[in-house]
């Protein structure tokens, strides 16, 4: 699918991002010199094998971990940390089992915008979310694919540079989950946030990427970048398939 970017400097820039952990029997190099830019507007998802690293170098793009070798950056500054201009969406939802779903949307803005824009702001985008008629329900009162709007509607409202989503779909069917694709690639027709989406599903990568960035292990390393413009889902599929059987 092809959307309209950008311009100016990329959204989200990765150059040579190198980790590596101690364990018991030694070192494990995790990744290995792995760069990439993802403009604003794009949704590139980071495809890949368990083990790949692709989880640690999301984490090390939230500035929640720190690389060896390398550097990351939005909008030409440099991460130091973690910081409102990335916001995650992990696989579990992790909301406020005590908060209603308005007021775990409206958690993290709190005393970051006047009450009225925050009622103004919350309201926004549970309509945008398809959760207005779930605004006082409890989590446990909501199935998980609810859960998982709510999980983004939470971070879409603190307005980020760039949405970083670790495999935030792969706990649901596949029903549920194709809504949840379809809800996000609208939101970022209507609204063009740029999206780093990690996921080991070919599908899912083929269903909703701009770009699709090819991930092989041992160490994390990119394979391959491959363009969606001008394929359609089973072109893209049967390219990402081949492309990850190559040694």
């Not at 950008?6 to 030694?26: H, Y």
């Not at 329900?137 to 970083?164: D, F, H, T």
Request: glycine letters at 8%.
């Amino acid at each position: 699918m092809s959307r309209l970017k950008g311009t100016g400097p990329a959204a989200l820039s990765v150059r040579g991002i190198s980790k590596t952990f101690l364990e018991k029997d030694g070192e494990l190099e995790v990744l290995s010199d792995v760069s990439f830019d993802i403009e604003k507007g794009e949704l590139v998802c980071v495809l890949g094998p368990s083990g790949c690293g692709k989880s640690t170098l999301l984490k090390i793009v939230a500035g929640l971990e720190s690389p060896d070798r390398g550097d990351v950056s939005v909008e030409g500054r440099t991460v130091s940390g973690p910081g409102r201009d990335r916001c995650v969406v992990f696989q579990e939802d992790a909301l406020f089992p005590w908060l209603t779903v308005a007021e775990n949307v409206a958690f993290g803005a709190k005393g970051r915008m006047a009450k009225s824009e925050l009622r103004s702001e919350v309201k926004r985008h549970l309509e945008m979310t398809g959760l207005s008629r779930f605004a006082d329900y409890l989590p446990r009162e909501i199935s998980g694919g609810m859960k998982q709007r709510v999980a983004l509607a939470r971070v879409l409202i603190l307005k980020p540079k760039v949405l970083l989503m670790d495999e935030p779909f792969g706990a649901l069917d596949a029903q549920t989950r194709e809504a949840m694709q379809d809800l996000l690639l609208s939101l970022i027709e209507d609204h063009s946030y740029t999206v780093m989406f990690i996921t080991h599903d070919v599908g899912e990568a083929a269903a909703i990427a701009d770009r699709v960035i090819v991930m092989d292990r041992s160490p994390g390393r990119i394979k391959a970048f491959l363009s969606t413009d001008g394929l359609d889902p089973t072109e893209v599929r049967a390219e990402l398939r081949s492309i990850m059987k190559a040694r």
